[in-house]
C-alpha cells in the first residue's frame, strides 16, 4: 500500500464548477500537508500549504486537512480553463528541522471545459 | 531571479550506456533532490542532499548516484541505462531554514532508453 493516495483522474469539468480534490494518506506522522500544480512538460509548483489539521483559503482555492481520516482535499471554486493542470498532494513529517522529505501522491489531472 | 535549470531537457540512450543529467541552482539551498515522474507513480524520490559532501538513498535509488561537491549543483547519473529508467526526471531544492519544506522544480529532463 502506498503511503500516499491520490485518485489520478483524469478529471474533466465545465468552466465555473465546483473542483474537489483528494488524498488519502496511511502515516501518521505527516504533520506538513501541500498542494502543487503542474502545468503540462513544467515542473511542480507549490499552490497551498498547511501545517496539521484545518483549512486554509487563498482565493479560490481552499485546503483542508482532517487528521483523524486521515484524508487531504483541496476545492476550487469558480474553475477556469487556466485552472487546467496535474495536482499532486505532498506531505512530510519532520525527522530533523529542515531536512523535511516530501512523499507525493500520483497526481490528478484535471481539465477545465469552457 | 534565482532559478533551477536541468539539462539536457530531452535525452534519447541506449540500454548500457552511462547517462548524466545536470543539476544546477542560484537559490543557494542546501537542500537538493532528484524525483522521477512516472504515470501512475507521481513523484518519487531517487536521491537527495542536505548539504556539499552529504547524499542519501531514496525510494528508488537502484541505479543511480549523485555527487555533491558544491552548494550549486546535484548531477544525477544512471550508471547503465535500462528501459526501466525511461522517465521525466526532476531536480528540486528546499531551504532548510524555511519553515514549510517547500520544494522549488526545475522543468525536468526527459530520458528515453533504448
Known amino acids: 500500500q502506498k503511503e500516499v493516495e491520490q485518485d489520478p483522474g483524469p478529471l474533466s469539468v465545465p468552466e465555473g464548477a465546483i473542483v474537489s480534490l483528494n488524498c488519502t494518506y496511511s502515516n501518521s506522522a505527516f504533520q506538513y500537508f501541500m498542494w502543487y500544480r503542474q502545468y503540462s512538460r513544467k515542473g511542480p509548483e507549490l499552490l497551498m500549504y498547511?501545517?496539521?489539521?484545518g483549512n486554509k483559503e487563498d482565493g479560490r482555492f481552499t485546503a483542508q486537512v482532517d487528521k483523524s481520516s486521515k484524508y487531504i482535499s483541496l476545492f476550487i471554486r469558480d474553475s477556469q480553463p487556466s485552472d487546467s493542470a496535474t495536482y499532486l498532494c505532498?506531505?512530510?513529517?519532520?525527522?530533523?528541522?529542515?531536512?523535511?522529505?516530501?512523499?507525493f501522491g500520483q497526481g490528478t489531472r484535471l481539465t477545465i471545459n469552457p | 531571479d534565482a532559478e533551477i535549470t536541468q539539462s539536457p531537457r530531452h535525452k534519447i540512450t541506449e540500454t548500457g550506456r552511462q547517462v548524466t543529467l545536470a543539476c544546477h541552482q542560484t537559490?543557494?539551498?542546501?537542500?537538493m533532490f532528484w524525483y522521477r515522474q512516472d504515470l501512475g507513480h507521481g513523484l518519487r524520490l531517487i536521491h537527495y542532499s542536505y548539504g556539499v559532501q552529504d547524499t542519501n538513498k531514496g525510494e528508488v535509488s537502484d541505479g543511480y548516484s549523485v555527487s555533491r561537491s558544491n552548494t550549486e549543483d546535484l548531477p544525477l547519473t544512471l550508471e547503465s541505462a535500462a528501459s526501466s529508467q525511461t522517465s521525466v526526471y526532476f531536480c528540486?531544492?528546499?531551504?532548510?531554514?524555511?519553515?514549510?519544506?517547500?520544494?522549488?522544480f526545475g522543468e525536468g529532463s526527459r530520458l528515453t532508453v533504448l
Open positions: 528540486a531544492s528546499s531551504d532548510p531554514s524555511g519553515s514549510t519544506g517547500e520544494l522549488f
Open positions: 537559490w543557494n539551498h542546501n537542500n
Open positions: 498547511t501545517y496539521s489539521s
Open positions: 505532498a506531505m512530510s513529517a519532520v525527522e530533523v528541522v529542515g531536512a523535511q522529505k516530501l512523499v
